[in-house]
């Protein structure tokens, strides 16, 4: 079946440090991918949406110049804490559509533990 | 505003007995409706889906009834299964929306127990 692959899955380093996670789809084109946070004990809360070849989509709150976010290819996304802080500790999860039909599920990569120091 | 909603952050079942897990929503423009499970440290698993011109999708031992008057959707296991154990999110997505991006619920927790 699809499957998303997330790197790395557990990040730990100081703080002003710059953190690129990549997502990558395996068996498949991903035009779309979308990155999520997730807090202890609470949903997933979409950052942002990554179209292949274009801007990211941010949702409100979410800071452009400190989640980057580049999908430079069909198969590719990474997103870029950059000097990030304590409070940007968190698990990051991407994940992916087949084709460009909105009405089908996402395909999860198992996400990134980051944790600033 | 939260749009869509689990309320019971915990549920706790006997192996063999059903499970029923239950998601509401608010966005009436919402016409398709997902439940993932997901272990700890990894990610949402796809378990099962349905397009609100169904009311009910049956796959093995995982049915999904939608009540669109309700704004109400439920996932229904039967038997349960201790590997069922797991969090269990609700997610909704209008198509024609801009990349049909998903709301989640903040999930419920099932615990089956031997």
């Known amino acids: 079946g699809a499957v998303v692959s997330q790197h790395p899955s557990w990040v730990i380093c100081k703080s002003g440090t710059s953190v690129k996670i990549e997502c990558r789809s395996l068996?498949?084109?991903?035009?779309?991918m979308f990155w999520y946070r997730q807090f202890p004990k609470q949903s997933l809360m979409l950052m942002a949406t990554s179209n292949e070849g274009s801007k990211a989509t941010y949702e409100q709150g979410v800071e452009k110049d400190k989640f980057l976010i580049n999908h430079a290819s069909l198969t590719l996304s990474t997103l870029t804490v950059t000097s990030a802080h304590p409070e940007d500790s968190s698990f990051y999860i991407c994940?992916?559509?087949?084709?460009?039909?909105?009405?089908?599920?996402?395909?999860f990569g198992d996400g990134t533990r980051l944790s600033i120091l | 505003d939260q749009q869509v909603k689990q309320n019971s952050p915990s549920l706790s079942v006997q192996e063999g007995r059903i499970s029923i897990l239950n998601c509401d929503y608010t966005n009436s423009m919402f016409d398709y409706f997902l439940w993932y499970k997901k272990y700890p440290a990894e990610g949402p698993t796809f378990l099962i889906s349905i397009s609100s011109i169904k009311d009910k999708n049956e796959d093995g031992r995982f049915t999904v009834f939608l009540n669109k008057s309700a704004k109400h959707l439920s996932l229904h296991i039967v038997p349960s299964q201790p590997g069922d154990s797991a969090v269990y999110f609700c997610a909704a997505s209008a198509s024609n929306t801009n990349a049909g991006k998903s709301t989640f619920g903040d999930g419920t927790t099932l615990t089956v127990k031997p």
């Open positions: 994940s992916a559509r087949i084709g460009g039909r909105n009405n089908q599920p996402q395909h």
């Open positions: 068996d498949f084109q991903a035009t779309t």
